[in-house]
């Protein structure tokens, strides 16, 4: 645990946890019983605290809600055979949280405050890690600007959080996904390696007229000539070709996940030939048509793996294989590593 930060705890008098329905959990709707907060002013960051999970308040001019300057990350929280808590590989998350604050002129956080935050709140609410093999404490942290100010300019103050919420197994059915072939979620020289609130709310759109198709979420595919596949919805895409785990190479137009790191790693481990690189649609669509193609599938953290049952390419539904042998088989060896039923030889989890 970082212990060096010095943060004001103020535990709430009336704790929410005995009450919550653990066996009937909705994704996002409560939140756990604490929040941590930090604020950047005057070049600095201070007053870190931890406070009753609760509204805040500020003026209608700060620079967030108008220009955007607002990132995020995602996370989670599992209870170990033990008795302990272990967080999924939350180091990577604190570096990719500053990659994006860089892009967005934001702020840099030190790791005291991300990772010293981090453990005192996952600490005081650990019973808001659900028991539940499968389960986990969903944890966002956030920052965005706070300045209350209508020009535009890189904000001089922010505020960073980090709030929980219990989430249950994500059971996915195979999804159906649909080939974008006109708009796009991020461009070369954008912003779609970092994870900021903008690219969410620009992807809502063309998600929205997929499931009116009928469709789970989209394969987006490059900008500039709609040739390359980039990622699949929120998560990075993968696909398994003749037995080779075959995935797009990162860019700055495609999110660095870590789950899509963690299987890649998996997948070496288990001495699987693994090749990043440029994935085209036609690639794919060849694959399939040849029967080559054995399995396809997106990784994040919300769903860790969502196996792709049909994709659709101009106007016509082709069908994945429905055996699949790679993606039950690496879920479960993550699931093991997260809930601690198996060793971590590469050091993965943070334990609380
Ligand atoms: C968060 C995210 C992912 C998945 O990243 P993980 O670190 O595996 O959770 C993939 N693509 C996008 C666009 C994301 O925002």
């Given at each position: 645990m970082v212990e060096t930060l010095n943060i004001q705890l103020q535990a709430t008098e009336s704790p929410r946890y005995q009450t919550f329905d653990f066996s009937n959990i909705t994704f996002g709707k409560v939140c756990a019983d604490h929040m941590f907060i930090a604020d950047y002013d005057n070049g600095q960051w201070q007053n870190a605290k931890i406070v009753p999970y609760g509204k805040i308040s500020f003026e209608p001019s700060i620079a967030a809600l108008h220009y955007g300057q607002s990132i995020f990350e995602g996370m989670k929280a599992y209870s170990?055979?033990?008795?302990?808590?272990?967080?999924?590989?939350?180091?990577?998350n604190f570096k990719r949280f500053n990659v994006s604050a860089e892009r967005m002129c934001m702020?840099?956080?030190?790791?005291?405050?991300?990772?010293?935050?981090?453990s005192q709140l996952i600490d005081l609410d650990r019973n808001w890690v659900p028991k539940k093999h499968g389960d986990s404490l969903y944890i966002r942290p956030f920052m965005f600007a706070t300045d209350e100010f209508l020009g535009v300019r890189p904000?001089?103050?922010?505020?960073?959080?980090?709030?929980?919420a219990p989430a249950g197994a994500y059971y996915t059915e195979p999804v159906r996904v649909k080939v974008e072939m006109h708009y796009t979620r991020s461009a070369e020289g954008g912003t779609g390696f970092a994870k900021c609130a903008g690219n969410y709310a620009g992807a809502l759109y063309p998600s929205l007229l997929a499931q009116k198709q009928g469709y789970h979420q989209l394969l987006w595919t490059d900008a500039k000539e709609h040739k390359?596949?980039?990622e699949s919805g929120t998560m990075n895409a993968m696909f398994i070709i003749d037995n080779v785990l075959?995935?797009?190479?990162?860019?700055?137009?495609?999110?660095?996940?870590?789950?899509?790191?963690s299987v890649i790693q998996l997948a070496k481990d288990w001495g699987m030939q693994v090749e990043e690189r440029k994935v085209s649609v036609e690639e794919v669509m060849k694959a399939i048509e040849k029967g080559t193609l054995n399995e396809a599938f997106g990784v994040g953290t919300a769903a860790t793996i969502a196996p792709i049952a049909t994709i659709q390419y101009e106007g016509i539904d082709y069908e994945l294989p429905e055996s699949r042998?790679?993606?039950p088989k690496i879920l479960q060896a993550l699931n093991n590593i997260k809930f601690g039923l198996t060793t971590d030889t590469h050091g993965w989890n943070f334990n609380i």
């Open positions: 170990n055979e033990n008795g302990g808590v272990n967080i999924f590989r939350p180091i990577e702020p840099q956080i030190p790791e005291e405050i991300f990772m010293g935050g981090l904000s001089n103050s922010y505020r960073f959080m980090i709030i929980t390359y596949f980039e075959v995935t797009p190479s990162t860019s700055d137009s495609i999110l660095k996940g870590i789950t899509r790191d042998s790679f993606a």
